[in-house]
């Protein structure tokens, strides 16, 4: 049992929060809003569950095309500010939400990139997707504004890299 919570915290932890609210929807509002609150839940789940599955394979998958050691080479410890600013393209052209990136984030620590390449992935990812850019923000904000922060936020990703490959932590990958 103990094994199993160490494992699988998260799910323990949301599991009690969705019961709690679960029974407080029940409480306050009756059964058919319980009801609608699943449905809804069941809705998202639809909706999800394949580009969840996608880019699990989209990851699986790359990890099989590259040779051995590639990624290492290219994003471990060694490569340098080369490794950070090729993560950093690469988390750029990334498209999809969390659930389609994260998954790529487990196998790129798991090949052999070092926290650094991966940190500077994810940042870059967040800050500078251009599927983001071309669909939300240049639409919205206008061309001028949308390039502005866009070059104001692609060294974030190198130097969140370079700060995450200094601090003293000591983290690894479940090896699954």
């Given at each position: 049992m103990?094994?199993?919570l160490a494992r699988h915290a998260t799910l323990v932890v949301l599991s009690c929060l969705s019961l709690s609210a679960g029974l407080a929807v029940l409480a306050l509002r009756g059964e058919a809003?319980?009801?609608?609150?699943?449905?809804a839940a069941l809705d998202l789940?639809?909706?999800?569950?394949p580009v969840l599955g996608a880019g699990l394979l989209l990851a699986a998958t790359m990890r099989?095309?590259?040779?051995e050691g590639a990624l290492s080479r290219w994003l471990g410890a060694e490569s340098g500010l080369?490794?950070?600013?090729l993560a950093s393209l690469v988390g750029i052209f990334t498209p999809g939400?969390?659930?389609a990136a994260f998954p790529l984030v487990?196998?790129?620590?798991?090949?052999?990139?070092?926290?650094?390449?991966?940190?500077?992935?994810?940042?870059?990812?967040?800050?500078?997707?251009?599927?983001?850019i071309l669909i939300w923000e240049i639409p919205m904000l206008g061309l001028e504004f949308s390039l502005l922060r866009f070059?104001?936020?692609?060294?974030?990703?190198?130097?969140?890299?370079?700060?995450?490959?200094?601090?003293?932590?000591?983290?690894?990958p479940d090896p699954r």
């Amino acid at each position: 049992m103990r094994r199993f919570l160490a494992r699988h915290a998260t799910l323990v932890v949301l599991s009690c929060l969705s019961l709690s609210a679960g029974l407080a929807v029940l409480a306050l509002r009756g059964e058919a809003a319980v009801w609608r609150a699943l449905w809804a839940a069941l809705d998202l789940a639809i909706f999800i569950f394949p580009v969840l599955g996608a880019g699990l394979l989209l990851a699986a998958t790359m990890r099989q095309l590259l040779p051995e050691g590639a990624l290492s080479r290219w994003l471990g410890a060694e490569s340098g500010l080369r490794g950070l600013l090729l993560a950093s393209l690469v988390g750029i052209f990334t498209p999809g939400g969390p659930v389609a990136a994260f998954p790529l984030v487990l196998v790129l620590l798991r090949a052999g990139a070092d926290r650094g390449a991966v940190i500077a992935f994810v940042l870059s990812w967040a800050l500078n997707g251009f599927q983001r850019i071309l669909i939300w923000e240049i639409p919205m904000l206008g061309l001028e504004f949308s390039l502005l922060r866009f070059l104001a936020c692609l060294p974030l990703a190198v130097v969140g890299g370079l700060i995450a490959r200094r601090m003293p932590a000591s983290w690894q990958p479940d090896p699954r």
